[in-house]
């Protein structure tokens, strides 16, 4: 059985749901699936399906030209389709915190994550030893004010020869190049240890503190050219009180952190999310 | 513009999105929303979708026997067609706690719920006043052991003579008659101070109390023959402690209430709640 | 059985939680709740403590003046006494919303709220028929840009009329002018529709839709000059997603408000709450 | 500087407050925490105080004989006094389950938790390696019908070999032993996948699934001889809806099982737990 999840926005238009599955009705798919939205101000359509093909010769690729024949001029649809029988492939990069990455890499041992990890990326040496207990390819790639061009060179190098298709930065301490971004638009995913956009920047723990709020957060967003301001994936928040100091806070969060990082893999990684304006459209 | 909300479930089989979006497109509706769940290890699918129809003469009734001829009897479809400028009519029984009431009250004044509010029966005059004061119909009907078949019996005739369509019971503490529900099926909403099914039964917070648990919460449900057993629409919860007695408990379980069964409500005003096997699938 | 709750912050010091539940000792208290907190970076002492005095001739005015002589000085301590059988007096400043308004009408009515309300005073009269059917006194007080200075006047008359203690902005939609602010310093308590430090001013919901966010939230605080900067009481949240419009973020906000605020009332009228350096502490 | 932690429960009786922090002022301590709770309805008062002695030649056991003397007689007090430079030591019983035990050990390793880990029991080996990777030593005690005993008896002499503090049942799928319960009262922590006292006993996410709750939880508590049924330290919840099988609720709930057992770890060794009447006092 193939099965293949399709993710289209475009303009909202009449009959446009009835077009799509009637396309997969004829072309043999059964659809197992299907969520929808439509952002009535900006008058555009989302869709989701996941649809099955019982024909032993079905071929993605073949279905793809359909698709774009059929439908994708017609409605001016961006779309992507996805075989879910291909595990995306995801680039770790840290720096010394460890929660995050322990989190993942447990996560990924006991068959919770449906994804790949070619290898963690670090510009400090410290967290090899987990990698190593892990059996995932550590390097460690220094980045210092003078070096930070060639180490995002090897970063590019190792990613592309790997074929990774997403990035997660696991608490990675450095600002990532306007390069990489654009290379991967959409697809480096970020934990940010606040409720944005309350606390843009570094040590937001210091200044939730300092702000004596009630409630701490943790955000989880994709990285644009713009600090903490990408597209919001998932938040979540704790209850905290005056009789927390800042190194409470700081462990209260990394719990945040873990648990908010690892929903947006799952949702990134089972083709969840869908992003326009700046925002994403979550479907369950 | 005429709107309609459409919600089927049957048996899982391969095509019936495509049948169904399909057959909406033929006879000229514009589907505006569409969300489906299928339980697989019931096999059953479940399809909720909002379609527009621009046609001048589109008449639900005659949609409604379309419907059934083209869809219903294939696929051995439970389905339920509404068209959405009708308001459903709901009836509120109360006892002589006052929060539920103003709350759903409030709401309602301010335009937050898409219902009317025919009347409110209660089993004791205390709370006429709040009635009074936002000028709806006031029914008393005491209930007591003797008195129990002829309160229902008016009650009944109360139901039918404004053309009732739900019931809220908003902290009603009389036990509702077997005939009441076979005729309300699933259209009896109880609001129960425990997070279901922990703590069953009468004085909920007394046990969460004793207990010691560190979350309290509330739970809407349909009523059924079974005492607080039936399918649940929403629960909340909020944190206490040892801090808390019952007092506490019951105060801070008052906010709670209030929101749960406003939330069910809306869910059920606004076609988003189907049952079956005892649960509820509740569309976003 | 006479009742105080007594409020001290100083400088932290050895010895001075026994100095003090010594001094009550020798004075014919019992301590029946004591709770204490310090900031060890700022090296300051919070106490909380509630003591019943038997004697039939306990006079709170000269036990403040023991306490005074006894202990203040000596520790240079900031400190209030309060007698547990004076009600504060709350007054109520709205709009034209009338969720915060009921909500807080309808605790008061069922005795929730330990305070007395002795009038509403609004900018409009759309709410006065909610007033009237409280029974609450309802002074509309018009703020134009001419009669800014003349309404402050007028409110400032009536709070003092009255011997209000504290001040409640349900939804109020103007700026507190800065002398009712240091008149009332730390007794203004306002409710704001997001969770703040994000999303200051006007709008607030409007600009968390725009910015997608996945949780929105309320929060209430004390005014103070700089506009929604004041110390935060109090904050609560709720989940959303990319299906919620703006103005399903702002009803599901309506909930938050309402509770937030209650609470924070709550916590003020309990004498709870501890302002220093712009932050709270607020015991349980 | 000396800092120890004192918990007390004793029936409430005037004065207890002021004789405690009094004779700790006389004996040269200043207490830098205090906080305390009265059950009303049965009249119990619960203290917990740090305290620092200055003195270097203070003697936490010369303390101890100097308090029983003074005031446990006198007030009939139930008492416990920990020197805060010792770490206590946990044991850790597993079965096959793995989360709960990345987690223990991840914080372990960052320090978030001040307590040592002399060893893991498992009644399987499946868990050793992740033991190695950490530096645990690990015992494989199997247990079937017929060594239950001899596995027991092993289990009991590990635990006194060591001096074990306290047990922790990190997914431990086997009826702990009267014996052991005797041993261990208020010692033994478990976690249970449900938000008790719903869904008691084995399968619990299948039991929620079955009911349709719309939040599942997990709950820690301490052993007693009836299921499930010891007294709560720490509860959590997490929204589900008709869209999550049976497979997602047990890895949403795994989530709250790590957080929820980690956080019960932090209270008891932080001495923040006092039981009686089988519920919880938690000091904050």
Redesign the interface.
Known sequence: MNKITILIHCKDR??I???I??F??INGG????????????QDIFFIRLESEFSSADFSVDAFKTLFKNALVEKFNMKWRIYSSDRKPKMAIFVSKY??CL??IL?RY??G?LHLEIPFIISNHNDLKPIAD?FKIPFYHIPVTKDTKEDAEQKQLELLEKFNVNFIVLARYMQIVSSKLISKYTNKIINIHHS?????VGAKPYHSAHK?????I?STSHYVTEELDAG??I????A?V???H?IEDLI?KG??LEK?VL?NAIKLHTNRKVMVYN?????F?
């Open positions: 009449p009959n749901i009835a077009s599955t009637n997969i009705a059964n659809i197992v699936y299907i969520d929808q939205h439509v952002d009535r101000e460890d929660h322990y989190d447990g041992n006991s919770e207990s409720f944005l956009p309350a606390f702000r004596g709020v009630k409630i957060g597209p919001i998932e938040q979540d928040v209850y009180s005056h009789t100091n462990a990394r719990d648990i690892a700046n925002k994403t459209v979550i369950s």
